[in-house]
């Protein structure tokens, strides 16, 4: 699972619906991967999918696109998910198809445009001049080293109340100074 959309997993949320479907706005700075010929869904449906999948307790790529299948018409179409103009049902992806995007997806503009979503949903509940404590710590990312590739190192600033306020990978750990 891309390492931005757990970040969503530890933000306090009032209800994955609506906070997934806030994050739209968000996602649409995104870049698609996808082929321009073939993209039955749009880019943002699928990622607000994704991430309210994930506020509901979804924690793998499979879990994610069952959840996705198995929410109500109504909350897919309020996901942002079209209905056949011939049917009037609401058509969501498979399983798989949301497993290749997410894989494929660049994951430093995931974690830009969740960040900026969960700075602007904090930034109106905080005091202007207040000052905020930051604190900044790097990580390998469990499970992400392959016999052909290095594991994956993760530079973030977090704030103490648990909100990840920005996210980089890093070329090389040796520490979290270059």
Do not use: Y
């Not at 001049?129 to 052909?148: C, E, N, Q, W, Y």
Request: charged share 20%; no cysteine.
């Amino acid at each position: 699972m891309p390492v931005a959309l757990e970040h969503l997993a530890h933000a306090p949320s009032s209800a994955p619906l609506i906070d997934a479907a806030g994050l739209r706005p968000f996602l649409d700075a995104v870049p698609d991967p996808r082929d321009r010929r073939g993209r039955r869904h749009p880019l943002s449906a699928l990622l607000a999918a994704a991430a309210a999948a994930v506020l509901a307790g979804a924690r793998s790529l499979a879990a994610i696109g069952e959840w996705i299948t198995d929410a109500p018409r109504w909350a897919q179409a309020a996901l942002g998910f079209a209905p056949d103009p011939l049917t009037r049902q609401v058509m969501v992806p498979h399983p798989a198809t949301v497993r290749r995007l997410l894989a494929r997806l660049d994951g430093d503009a995931l974690d830009a445009a969740i960040g900026a979503f969960l700075s602007a949903r904090t930034a109106r509940t905080r005091e202007p001049d207040a000052l905020r404590p930051i604190a900044v710590d790097g990580k390998t990312v469990r499970g992400s080293r392959t016999r052909t590739t290095v594991a994956v190192s993760l530079l973030s600033a977090m704030a103490h109340s648990g909100e990840v306020l920005a996210q980089r990978q890093v070329a090389d750990k040796s520490n979290e100074i270059p």
